[in-house]
């Protein structure tokens, strides 16, 4: 491997299958640059949703950050948007909502966004 680059995907890949968990420096690197990247974006864009290549190397290096508020929503947005592509490849269709809802009562005063999503079939 040596003055060769190796792809990140490959290199995810030499990870997951190595049986003693040691690989050569140069793919440890290879995956430890690609993480700082998508981590590096998901800051910069709070609503940034992850690609299946960057969340499988996201998801290997979950325990790094593990707490991090940021990192959970990032997560749930990757589910959310791959279950919801998932269905449109199906042959399902999606109608969204975005609702405002307000509460007036005497002791609370407040304003919630809700967002809907209905999935059907059009036969």
């Not at 190796?6 to 430890?32: F, M, Y």
């Amino acid at each position: 491997m040596t003055g060769t680059q190796i792809s990140v995907l490959k290199a995810l890949e030499l990870v997951r299958n190595s049986e003693t968990g040691e690989v050569h420096p140069g793919v440890d690197a290879t995956l430890d640059r690609e993480v700082k990247q998508i981590w590096s974006q998901i800051k910069t864009n709070p609503d940034y949703v992850m690609n299946k290549d960057e969340f499988a190397v996201f998801n290997y290096f979950q325990d790094r950050y593990k707490g991090e508020d940021l990192a959970r929503k990032a997560v749930a947005r990757f589910w959310n948007n791959f279950k919801v592509k998932s269905l449109l490849n199906n042959g399902w269709n999606v109608v969204e909502f975005h609702l405002n809802v307000k509460t007036k009562s005497a002791a609370i005063r407040s304003t919630s966004f809700m967002v809907v999503k209905l999935f059907f079939r059009k036969e």
